[in-house]
């Protein structure tokens, strides 16, 4: 919004985020809201849930955002057709993802599949979320390096999510000793790895943003990002960078 302009953000990032985002919402709100999801979890792990209502509104709040990100970029874009300009192998993971999720749902509430496979069903979302996170911050993390810049992508985003990650991993860690029953982790395998993934790819942000690509100082001070001061006062951003990852080479 300050800069009227997204360049720099990944357009695939962005979709997988909001993909992403929209499946472990699903996936959270079931394990939370609906008791014959949970039926079917104590049945197969013998226990119960460690999805608490913080992971909910987590989860809610990101996809929200995540839609923001979209709306931003058509809107200081080119409008929705911007998003026609993804990377061939975005639109493979889009529609990879996208059927199963809608045939699966489908399926099941005609009766097809079998009820107890809801469970089962969910728990796949929870995956295509992990390949989400995984695949989206390698398009961005790529975005950088052939920028050679991390001018447009906001690095108190990773300093937030590192924060989240080390608290999520910690409260399902300490959950699942309080209930004394290791189960906690493995019912909710996505939450445990996606802790550890967003960990993973926040170091490799701060390596690009501090270490490889630091942003080199400008005399105006309105162009300024917000960084963390105790970290980065000496840069600022790069406003000659503006190439964004249409005119860059690679189909990643």
Request: aromatic fraction near 18%; glycine fraction near 8%; charged fraction near 15%.
């Amino acid at each position: 919004y300050r800069r009227k302009a997204t360049a720099g953000l990944s357009k695939d990032f962005a979709i997988l985020n909001f993909m992403g985002w929209s499946f472990y919402s699903a996936y959270i709100a079931s394990m939370f809201f609906d008791h014959e999801i949970k039926d079917m979890y104590h049945e197969r792990f013998g226990g119960h849930s460690t999805v608490q209502s913080n992971d909910v509104m987590f989860a809610v709040h990101a996809m929200t955002l995540s839609f923001i990100y979209l709306i931003q970029i058509a809107y200081y874009g080119d409008g929705p057709k911007v998003f026609l300009r993804l990377k061939f192998s975005t639109w493979v993971l889009v529609f990879g993802m996208g059927i199963p999720t809608i045939a699966g749902a489908i399926l099941l509430w005609m009766g097809v599949l079998a009820n107890e496979q809801w469970l089962n069903y969910f728990y796949m979302l929870s995956m295509f979320k992990l390949t989400c996170t995984f695949t989206k911050y390698s398009k961005q993390v790529l975005l950088n390096y052939r920028r050679k810049s991390t001018s447009g992508w906001n690095i108190w985003y990773n300093f937030l999510e590192c924060t989240g990650g080390s608290l999520s991993l910690i409260q399902i860690v300490l959950d699942s000793f309080d209930m004394h029953d290791m189960t906690g982790i493995t019912g909710n395998l996505a939450k445990f790895i996606l802790g550890f993934a967003t960990l993973f790819f926040d170091a490799i942000f701060f390596t690009q943003h501090y270490v490889l690509y630091p942003m080199k100082p400008v005399e105006d001070e309105a162009s300024v990002q917000d960084i963390p001061k105790f970290i980065g006062d000496q840069f600022a951003s790069a406003n000659h960078l503006s190439l964004d990852d249409n005119s860059l080479n690679g189909s990643i």
